[in-house]
């Protein structure tokens, strides 16, 4: 009934089940797939006609996406009954700063950065009772200590390595040398699809910092003035930034 539907051979699906089914899970659950997963970068590559046919049937678009020769693949719903996978609000917010931190490094720029590194950067961008509305937003304002201290900075690093992990998850970044490594060791890799988040970046500097040159004095602004609501509910992916 599928195939007549669809008016597809799905046989080369079928005869690749564990596979396949690796690539439908994966994606359903909100990751990226890109060439580092060799098996399924490929399947997807050479039967994207099927597949696009395939997902249309279950609702969803696949799209290809390519940036400086990076290609990745992702699902977006093609029906408002599809759930979009979500994430934290931090980790929403991780991913804009990580996308503008490697994009603000220059096409020599590396490819990856410390975590260590990373929260020193989140100390010296952001006042630090904003990082802790943007990483704990359930935290009601009358039981904040608003004085900074060892103790806040250690919640401050555990809730930025949820949100890392988050990221992780969906295949935005890599966590090395592994996702439980120790905070101090821990490298933040860059993954093709980490690109999603500037989109929506951009438009943000399109409408509120057209015809600024200094990219990091826009961003900067843009952070430093938004309105973080108290909020109870996490915050959506990048699709909804």
Known sequence: ???EYMNLDMQVLLENDNLSRRIIHRLQAGQNIDAHLIAEYRFLETHYDTWFSF???MGYRLQRAAQGGEAFYHLTPNSSRIKIASQRRGATFLGLFLAWHFMSSGIEGKDEVRAKELI?????????NQLIRIFNPQQKRAARNRQQSAKKMQQLTTWVLTCLRD???LRFIELAPSVNADFDAL???R???????????RRSLDLEYAGQEDLDAAIHSIWSSIDWEEEDNEESGPEDT
Do not use: Q, T, Y
Not at 191 to 201: G, I, S, W
């Open 1 to 3: 009934m599928l195939e």
């Open 167 to 169: 990221l992780h998850r």
């Open 187 to 189: 490298h933040i890799l």
């Open 55 to 57: 997902f249309a049937f």
């Open 120 to 128: 020193s950067r989140l100390e010296n961008s952001f006042e630090f």
């Open 191 to 201: 993954l093709p699809a980490l690109v999603r988040f500037l989109e929506p970046a």
